[in-house]
């Protein structure tokens, strides 16, 4: 079984400080990780994921994130937090070993960035 | 833009009654899946089609079916409505099923079951 978790339901920031959201994942095998955002009535968007290769996954809208191994962590980060990076963002993890490509998304972190 | 379309976009329904979600994937997208996002239970994945077949199946609930036609686009049936199954509800598509890919999410289909 695959899971994943969002430990804060809301992060809050200051524009122009760095943004981090939090992100850990269980699987059986190695794990291919997302990190989604979701804007009012819209639906999700991609913005980075992790397949192999260099932990510093660096994806849309100056987004990064970093997979951890041993601490079965995928943290969105940003150096510089905008406004219209408020969002709700979901991580998301698939099991390599499992043939379906059925993802499972964590519960959601609401971001709120205040000028 | 995700090139995702799904309609209705917004539907209204009474107890008991069936409805259908329709979806058309990004041209070239072999994999449907469909997502039921609700304020209580997150995003929860339902059902799963790769090129007209089965390919993985969720939290669906029986009187819920889906299916991929032969232009890949899909529909998911919801019937015998309840209260509890107002929700937005998701269509997402990839270009395969391996698993290394992203998933493009439609705008939604939010339903409101009274």
């Known amino acids: 079984a695959q899971s994943v978790a969002q430990p804060e339901d809301q992060v809050n920031v200051a524009e122009g400080n760095p943004l981090t959201v939090k992100c850990t994942y269980s699987v059986s095998g190695n794990p291919y990780l997302f990190w989604y955002v979701q804007y009012p009535n819209r639906g999700l968007q991609f913005l980075l994921k992790?397949?192999?290769?260099?932990?510093l996954v660096k994806g849309s809208y100056g987004f990064e994130a970093e997979f951890n191994k041993s601490q079965t962590s995928f943290h969105l980060k940003k150096p510089s937090a905008l406004v219209s990076d408020s969002a709700l963002y979901f991580c998301?993890?698939?099991?390599?070993?499992?043939?379906?490509?059925?993802?499972?998304f964590g519960d959601g972190t609401t971001l709120t960035v205040k000028p | 833009d995700s090139g995702v379309t799904q309609t209705p976009k917004h539907l209204i329904t009474a107890t008991g009654q069936r409805v259908t979600l329709r979806c058309s994937p990004r041209?070239?997208?072999?994999?449907v899946y469909w997502y039921q996002q609700s304020l209580d239970q997150g995003l929860q994945f339902l059902i799963q089609?790769?090129?007209?077949?089965?390919?993985a199946k969720g939290n669906i609930l029986e009187r819920f079916s889906a299916q991929q036609f032969p232009d890949l686009h899909s529909e998911l049936n919801l019937s015998s409505l309840e209260l509890g199954d107002s929700a937005l509800y998701f269509c997402a598509s990839s270009v395969a099923t391996s698993g290394t890919g992203e998933l493009f999410f439609g705008e939604g289909s939010r339903l409101t079951v009274l």
């Open positions: 992790y397949i192999t290769g260099d932990n």
């Open positions: 089609y790769y090129n007209g077949e089965e390919r």
């Open positions: 998301a993890v698939r099991d390599i070993n499992t043939n379906a490509g059925k993802s499972t």
């Open positions: 041209s070239g997208d072999l994999s």
